[in-house]
Structures are given as C-alpha cells and as structure tokens.
C-alpha cells in the first residue's frame, strides 16, 4: 500500500523520481504551451490587425491604452534591471527545458574590488553554455520560416553585410558591427587582437583608433569564395540589444545631445514631416522622440535604413549566417568574458572593456517612453517583432 509505514527504500525514492517526473513534464507543457502561443498571434496580439479589427474601437482603444502604459513600464524596468537580474529572468525561464538546473550564477570577483582577471568556474561555465544553447534554440526558431542562406542572398545583400562584418584570421573569428551595441568595446577588443595593433595592452587602445576601419579587416574585402570559407569555418558572434533601449539610446546620443549630422541629415526632414506647424526651415535640432518614431515605423525599406536603427535581422543576417555565440547587450561583460574563455584569449584579455555611454537611465526611458500613445508602441512592437523574437527579447519582461 502506497500509505504503508513499512515502504521500502526502493520504493520511496521510486516515488520522488516519479513525481520529480511529472512536475518536469508539466512544466514542460506549459512552457511549450506558452512558446507555441508566442509563434501565433498570441505573441504580440496588438499589433496584429485580424485580432485589433476584430473588435470594437472602443475595445481596441481601452486595450491599446492598458498595453501602451504596460509596455512604457516594462521598459522602464528593463532599464532598471541589473544586467544580472536580465539574465536570470531569460535563464530561469528555460529552466525545465535544460533539466531543471538552476541558471543564476556568480562572477567569480569582488564586485567592489574587481580583480584583474575575471575568471569562471567549471560550473558557471556550464551555465553559461546553457545560457548558450537557449539562446541558439530560439534564434533558430525565430528563424525557421526563413528559406535564406549566405548563397541565397543577392550581391548587393553580401556586399552590405561584408561591410559590417570584423574578421580576425589569427584566431578565427568574424563579428558583426552594430553602432550603440557595445560596439566600442568589441572594436578595441578586435583591434588588440589584430594585425595592426601597436597597443601594449587592451587598456591603452584608444576609442577612436580602435574604431578606425582602416585598422580593421572586413568580409567584404575578400572574394565570394573566401568569404564563404571563412563563414563556413570561423567562430561567428552576435550582440543583441532591446529593440526599444536601443532606439532610445539612439535618440539620445544623435538627436537630444547636439550632433548637427544626424540634424541636418534627418532632424529637418523629420520635424517638416511630423511636426504640427513646423517652422519654415527648421534646424533639426529640436527633433521629439514621438516623432523619431513616427519616421522609423513609417519607413517601410528596411534594409535601406540607416544602421544605427536598421533592424538587426536585416543588418546582421542572422537566418542567413547561423552565428555560432549570441551575446546581450544587458549582459555583455559576462558574455564577453565567456567568449574569450572559450576561444582561449581570456590570458590576452584578462578583463573585458566596458564603455556605458550608450547607456540610458530609467528615468530618461520613462520620460522618452511617454511621448508614445498606444497606436504609435503597437507599430514600433510590429517593426522590430523579428529582433525581439530572434534574441529573445519581449515588449513585457
């Protein structure tokens, strides 16, 4: 009897594994359940007009206001997160799919006396490598309706992502540049690490040399057949942002801080446009945030978009390339210093080098968030929908 005082030992720990069993199971459903309703309309119901149209505009008008103010807060906290925090969530969530192991981990240094050598321990390595694979599942799920491949893209679409693409022969590794992604950083990184480098160590490479392209080597280069050879055989690596923060940091680093090129080059056409009674000949220099985003979601020619605010999934190829390491932006220290664990440079660069200009404060993502009503959050969701289901990201954290 299942309630006898004399159960054997055998069968009391066949008892655990069972229900140890059925909770994974469960957990699994549901999170599968959950996964599957992200693949459907289900994802981001607002901005998917069979559903929104299907109703009343009352009902559309009371569900777009409850969403605008929802996605406004989830943003604002995502910027509050630690990057720590941001990870955990994502990992925590994947938690049943991996065997239950528990994804948090620590970084192996004194937080208020960093040392010089951030180093991890087998098991945070193992986390890590989790981290890794989900990230990787979803990417390739986020990208099982494309057809694409590098052969199948046209010239001009290799051309232009040749271009954007760091290779580094002596040790093997191609990556994707992205303005306000931790760009500099990884630029001062490939730099150290390349044939023209004369810095004695990663902290005496300076910003501006290290992002000169003349000091870099680009895909685009070299001849189909050996850009193909390196696709097919290096190490390539990715670093995502939150579509929403990334924005944000645009807006505030080319339009809200003075920067006359962006101004002059889209300030003035985008206050001519979206501005009620714009001056005569506007200056650009006053250009609200409400309106940056009217012009991005109203440019339909995604690939011609300027690279600060392209979508990644056209920028970078992801479908298309397959890249081997998919780093965050949230997280990108810890993911950086993984990366040269794994590739073994972490001797050469003992500490990875974070610059948080780019960063943006939540009070400034709450202040620039408000600008936008309901109607306008649901198109901007709709535009980067690929970016936020490829890294993992969601409107609502």
Request: with cysteine; aromatic share 10%; glycine share 4%.
């Amino acid at each position: 009897m299942w309630t006898s005082t004399k159960t054997s030992t055998k069968n009391k720990r066949l008892l655990q594994l069972l229900a140890l069993v059925s909770v994974m199971c469960f957990i699994v459903v549901i999170f599968t359940s959950e996964r599957n309703l992200r693949r459907t309309n289900g994802r981001y119901p607002w901005a998917e007009s069979d559903l929104v149209y299907s109703i009343s505009e009352g009902e559309k008008s009371d569900i777009l206001d409850k969403i605008g103010r929802e996605v406004r807060k989830a943003v604002a906290q995502a910027a509050e997160d630690t990057k720590l925090q941001i990870e955990n969530k994502a990992a925590l969530a994947k938690n049943a799919i991996f065997g239950g192991r528990n994804l948090m981990y620590e970084n192996n240094y004194d937080s208020e006396n960093e040392t010089s050598r951030h180093k991890i321990s087998q098991a945070d390595r193992h986390n890590y490598s989790i981290v890794q694979k989900s990230r990787q599942i979803e990417m390739e799920s986020s990208c099982a309706d494309s057809n694409s491949t590098w052969d199948s893209l046209t010239d001009e679409q290799r051309t232009a992502l040749g271009q954007r693409i760091v290779v580094n022969d002596q040790h093997q590794m191609l990556y994707c540049m992205v303005p306000l992604i931790a760009t500099s950083s990884w630029m001062k990184v490939l730099y150290f690490l390349g044939e023209h480098n004369t810095a004695e160590s990663i902290s005496k490479v300076s910003a501006s040399v290290a992002q000169q392209k003349t000091n870099h080597v680009w895909l685009s280069s070299f001849s189909q057949e050996e850009q193909k050879k390196r696709i097919d055989t290096y190490l390539k690596f990715i670093v995502g942002r939150h579509p929403f923060l990334r924005i944000i940091a645009v807006y505030k680093t080319k339009f809200d801080i003075k920067n006359e090129v962006f101004q002059r080059g889209y300030g003035r056409n985008i206050v001519k446009k979206y501005r009620h009674n714009p001056p005569p000949n506007p200056v650009g220099d006053d250009v609200k945030f409400s309106e940056f985003v009217q012009y991005l979601v109203d440019d339909e020619n995604m690939e011609k978009m300027n690279e600060h605010w392209q979508p990644l999934y056209t920028l970078c190829r992801p479908c298309e390339l397959q890249y081997d390491y998919i780093l965050h932006h949230e997280t990108v220290k810890e993911d950086a210093m993984e990366l040269l664990n794994e590739t073994s440079l972490d001797t050469v660069i003992p500490d990875f080098p974070v610059d948080n200009w780019d960063q943006v404060k939540a009070e400034y993502v709450r202040s620039t968030m408000d600008q936008l009503n309901p109607a306008l959050i649901g198109r901007l969701v709709q535009k980067y929908d690929k970016d936020l289901a490829i890294f993992s990201y969601s409107t609502l954290y």
